[in-house]
Nanobody, 126 residues
Framework: QVQLVESGGGLVRPGGSLRLSCVAS????????MGWFRQAPGKEREFVAG????????SYLESVEGRFTISRDNAKNSVFLQMNSLKPEDMAVYYC???????????????????WGKGTLVTVSS
């Protein structure tokens, strides 16, 4: 079975940094778009960052542009999210996601993704 497992969440002060990791298993995703989404209490799950098959194209939610960096290591079937200058509004459960279709849709939407991790909680508080 396909599994995506996130790690790296935790408590950080405003202005601090965290690095999230996601390791996929069950199939290779080297030809697939992967991304990170987040969901805060009472809010809809939203797109945060996406990356295409070889990492040549990335996309970000405007509010994290310049602070977050998505990357991937296809040899390890993994994707990462480096989060810098964290703000309280970044607090959420962060989910790793993957598109089942090779070279599939670039839509920045929850329903564009087929596989999801269980999430890792990021808390930003002083």
């Amino acid at each position: 079975q396909v599994q995506l497992v996130e790690s790296g969440g935790g408590l950080v002060r405003p202005g601090g940094s965290l690095r999230l990791s996601c390791v996929a298993s069950g199939r290779a995703f080297s030809r697939n778009t992967m991304g990170w989404f987040r969901q805060a209490p009472g809010k809809e799950r939203e797109f945060v960052a996406g990356i295409n098959d070889d990492g040549s194209r990335t996309s970000y939610l405007e509010s994290v542009e310049g602070r977050f960096t998505i990357s991937r290591d296809n040899a390890k079937n993994s994707v990462f999210l480096q989060m810098n200058s964290l703000k309280p509004e970044d607090m959420a459960v962060y989910y790793c996601a993957a598109d089942a279709e090779p070279y599939g849709s670039s839509r920045r939407a929850v329903d564009a993704m087929d596989y999801w991790g269980k999430g890792t909680l990021v808390t930003v508080s002083s």
